[in-house]
Protein backbone atom coordinates (compact mmCIF):
# COMPACT_ATOMS: atom_id res chain seq x y z
CA UNK A 1 0.00 0.00 0.00
CA UNK A 2 3.12 2.17 0.62
CA UNK A 3 3.97 2.02 -2.76
CA UNK A 4 0.95 2.70 -4.65
CA UNK A 5 0.44 5.90 -1.88
CA UNK A 6 4.16 6.98 -3.61
CA UNK A 7 3.36 6.42 -6.73
CA UNK A 8 0.03 8.31 -6.78
CA UNK A 9 1.65 11.09 -4.91
CA UNK A 10 4.82 11.29 -8.03
CA UNK A 11 7.22 10.50 -5.37
CA UNK A 12 10.75 9.24 -6.54
CA UNK A 13 11.67 7.42 -3.85
CA UNK A 14 14.69 9.46 -3.06
CA UNK A 15 15.30 10.65 -0.11
CA UNK A 16 18.47 12.08 -0.58
CA UNK A 17 17.77 14.30 -2.85
CA UNK A 18 18.46 18.27 -2.21
CA UNK A 19 15.40 19.60 -0.17
CA UNK A 20 13.12 15.98 -1.09
CA UNK A 21 12.88 16.13 3.02
CA UNK A 22 11.36 19.72 3.18
CA UNK A 23 9.12 18.95 -0.41
CA UNK A 24 7.58 16.10 1.75
CA UNK A 25 7.29 17.95 4.47
CA UNK A 26 5.29 20.82 2.38
CA UNK A 27 3.65 18.41 0.62
CA UNK A 28 2.26 16.24 3.30
CA UNK A 29 2.41 18.48 6.46
CA UNK A 30 1.35 21.62 5.10
CA UNK A 31 -1.64 23.59 6.88
CA UNK A 32 -1.96 25.52 3.51
CA UNK A 33 -1.73 22.18 0.81
CA UNK A 34 -3.91 23.66 -1.83
CA UNK A 35 -1.90 27.10 -1.52
CA UNK A 36 1.61 25.46 -1.59
CA UNK A 37 0.73 23.53 -4.82
CA UNK A 38 -0.62 26.32 -6.63
CA UNK A 39 2.15 28.82 -5.83
CA UNK A 40 4.89 26.09 -6.43
CA UNK A 41 3.91 25.08 -9.69
CA UNK A 42 2.66 28.84 -11.07
CA UNK A 43 6.60 30.20 -9.98
CA UNK A 44 8.20 26.96 -12.25
CA UNK A 45 5.85 28.44 -14.79
CA UNK A 46 5.75 32.20 -14.32
CA UNK A 47 9.74 32.80 -13.70
CA UNK A 48 11.57 31.07 -16.36
CA UNK A 49 8.81 32.07 -18.89
CA UNK A 50 8.13 35.54 -17.88
CA UNK A 51 12.16 36.20 -17.40
CA UNK A 52 12.43 35.20 -20.89
CA UNK A 53 9.71 37.41 -21.80
CA UNK A 54 11.25 40.54 -20.44
CA UNK A 55 14.97 39.58 -21.58
CA UNK A 56 14.15 38.90 -25.00
CA UNK A 57 11.01 40.98 -25.66
CA UNK A 58 11.31 43.92 -23.12
CA UNK A 59 7.55 43.25 -21.96
CA UNK A 60 6.65 42.81 -18.00
CA UNK A 61 4.56 40.14 -16.85
CA UNK A 62 1.63 42.93 -17.43
CA UNK A 63 1.82 43.93 -20.64
CA UNK A 64 2.21 39.71 -22.24
CA UNK A 65 -0.52 39.08 -19.93
CA UNK A 66 -2.85 42.06 -21.47
CA UNK A 67 -1.70 40.43 -24.99
CA UNK A 68 -2.16 37.01 -24.14
CA UNK A 69 -5.77 37.75 -22.50
CA UNK A 70 -6.71 39.73 -25.75
CA UNK A 71 -5.46 36.96 -27.88
CA UNK A 72 -7.27 33.93 -26.40
CA UNK A 73 -10.80 36.35 -26.83
CA UNK A 74 -10.11 37.79 -29.86
CA UNK A 75 -10.05 41.50 -28.21
CA UNK A 76 -12.00 42.45 -25.13
CA UNK A 77 -11.94 45.54 -21.78
CA UNK A 78 -9.47 46.57 -19.33
CA UNK A 79 -12.16 45.53 -16.79
CA UNK A 80 -12.23 42.35 -17.96
CA UNK A 81 -8.61 41.40 -18.20
CA UNK A 82 -8.63 43.06 -14.48
CA UNK A 83 -11.07 40.62 -13.33
CA UNK A 84 -9.46 37.52 -15.33
CA UNK A 85 -5.81 38.15 -14.58
CA UNK A 86 -5.74 39.44 -10.66
CA UNK A 87 -3.31 42.41 -11.42
CA UNK A 88 -4.93 46.09 -10.16
CA UNK A 89 -6.57 48.44 -12.85
CA UNK A 90 -3.58 50.98 -12.61
CA UNK A 91 -0.85 48.65 -13.25
CA UNK A 92 -2.88 47.28 -16.15
CA UNK A 93 -3.59 50.95 -17.66
CA UNK A 94 0.40 51.67 -17.57
CA UNK A 95 0.08 48.21 -20.02
CA UNK A 96 -2.08 48.89 -22.04
CA UNK A 97 -0.58 52.69 -22.45
CA UNK A 98 2.34 51.29 -23.00
CA UNK A 99 1.53 48.36 -25.36
CA UNK A 100 -0.51 50.41 -27.43
CA UNK A 101 2.79 53.09 -28.12
CA UNK A 102 4.44 49.91 -28.74
CA UNK A 103 2.04 49.38 -31.95
CA UNK A 104 1.08 45.52 -30.10
CA UNK A 105 -2.70 46.48 -29.19
CA UNK A 106 -5.07 48.95 -30.73
CA UNK A 107 -8.45 50.11 -30.53
CA UNK A 108 -10.79 47.94 -32.06
CA UNK A 109 -14.65 48.52 -33.67
CA UNK A 110 -17.30 47.65 -30.99
CA UNK A 111 -20.25 45.76 -32.02
CA UNK A 112 -23.37 47.57 -33.57
CA UNK A 113 -25.88 48.66 -31.37
CA UNK A 114 -23.72 46.64 -28.25
CA UNK A 115 -22.91 50.70 -26.34
CA UNK A 116 -19.88 49.19 -25.73
CA UNK A 117 -16.62 51.19 -25.63
CA UNK A 118 -14.34 50.33 -28.26
CA UNK A 119 -12.48 46.87 -27.01
CA UNK A 120 -9.06 46.19 -26.92
CA UNK A 121 -7.56 44.02 -30.00
CA UNK A 122 -3.94 42.78 -30.97
CA UNK A 123 -2.56 44.50 -34.17
CA UNK A 124 -0.49 42.65 -37.05
CA UNK A 125 2.83 43.27 -34.76
CA UNK A 126 0.70 42.40 -31.52
CA UNK A 127 -0.50 38.59 -33.25
CA UNK A 128 2.76 37.70 -34.70
CA UNK A 129 4.64 38.75 -31.53
CA UNK A 130 2.09 36.11 -29.28
CA UNK A 131 2.43 33.31 -32.49
CA UNK A 132 5.83 33.53 -32.00
CA UNK A 133 6.08 32.92 -28.15
CA UNK A 134 2.76 31.07 -27.23
CA UNK A 135 4.83 27.62 -28.81
CA UNK A 136 7.02 28.01 -25.53
CA UNK A 137 4.27 28.64 -22.81
CA UNK A 138 2.69 25.19 -24.53
CA UNK A 139 5.29 23.70 -24.25
CA UNK A 140 6.34 23.82 -20.54
CA UNK A 141 2.50 23.35 -19.77
CA UNK A 142 2.89 19.84 -21.59
CA UNK A 143 6.01 19.22 -19.83
CA UNK A 144 4.63 20.02 -16.21
CA UNK A 145 1.87 18.07 -16.63
CA UNK A 146 3.71 14.57 -18.46
CA UNK A 147 3.15 12.67 -14.90
CA UNK A 148 -0.76 12.82 -15.66
CA UNK A 149 -2.80 10.77 -17.66
CA UNK A 150 -5.23 12.54 -20.24
CA UNK A 151 -7.95 11.35 -17.65
CA UNK A 152 -6.18 12.99 -14.71
CA UNK A 153 -5.51 16.17 -16.87
CA UNK A 154 -9.31 16.45 -17.63
CA UNK A 155 -10.17 16.02 -13.60
CA UNK A 156 -7.29 18.35 -12.55
CA UNK A 157 -8.80 21.10 -15.32
CA UNK A 158 -12.37 20.36 -14.01
CA UNK A 159 -11.25 20.74 -10.91
CA UNK A 160 -9.43 23.66 -10.65
CA UNK A 161 -12.21 25.40 -12.85
CA UNK A 162 -14.78 24.81 -10.47
CA UNK A 163 -12.22 26.25 -7.31
CA UNK A 164 -11.36 29.45 -9.77
CA UNK A 165 -15.27 30.04 -10.40
CA UNK A 166 -15.45 29.65 -7.02
CA UNK A 167 -13.32 32.42 -6.41
CA UNK A 168 -16.43 35.02 -7.08
CA UNK A 169 -18.19 34.38 -4.00
CA UNK A 170 -15.34 35.25 -1.59
CA UNK A 171 -12.48 37.16 -3.69
CA UNK A 172 -13.99 40.59 -2.44
CA UNK A 173 -15.03 39.58 1.04
CA UNK A 174 -13.08 40.44 3.81
CA UNK A 175 -11.33 37.83 6.36
CA UNK A 176 -12.23 37.77 9.78
CA UNK A 177 -8.50 36.05 10.82
CA UNK A 178 -6.60 38.87 9.39
CA UNK A 179 -9.26 41.73 11.19
CA UNK A 180 -8.68 39.37 14.54
CA UNK A 181 -4.91 39.46 14.41
CA UNK A 182 -4.58 43.17 13.70
CA UNK A 183 -6.70 43.29 17.04
CA UNK A 184 -4.67 40.98 18.97
CA UNK A 185 -1.43 43.05 18.37
CA UNK A 186 -0.26 45.65 20.67
CA UNK A 187 -1.87 48.69 19.92
CA UNK A 188 1.32 51.17 19.17
CA UNK A 189 3.13 48.03 18.05
CA UNK A 190 4.81 49.04 14.85
CA UNK A 191 7.87 47.59 12.39
CA UNK A 192 10.85 49.58 11.98
CA UNK A 193 14.20 48.30 10.17
CA UNK A 194 13.06 45.37 10.19
CA UNK A 195 11.99 45.05 14.27
CA UNK A 196 8.81 44.95 15.73
CA UNK A 197 9.11 48.00 18.47
CA UNK A 198 6.43 48.91 20.71
Known amino acids: MAKDRDENSGRTGDAAAPGAEM ?16 NY ?7 PLYGWIKSDYELSRPEYVVLYSLAITRGGSSRDISLTSGFPK ?4 RAIARLEKLHLIERGDPEPGS ?15 YNET ?19 QDTLFGLMSKVVRGSTDWVDAPLPEIEA ?5 PAKA ?6 LQT
Not at 181 to 185: E, I, W
Open 115 to 129: GRLQPLVLTKEGWAL
Open 190 to 195: VRRKGK
Open 134 to 152: LPAFEAHERRMLSVLTAEE
Open 23 to 38: LDAKLDRNPCPFAFRM
Open 90 to 93: NTLS
Open 181 to 185: AKAAR
Open 41 to 47: MALLYNV
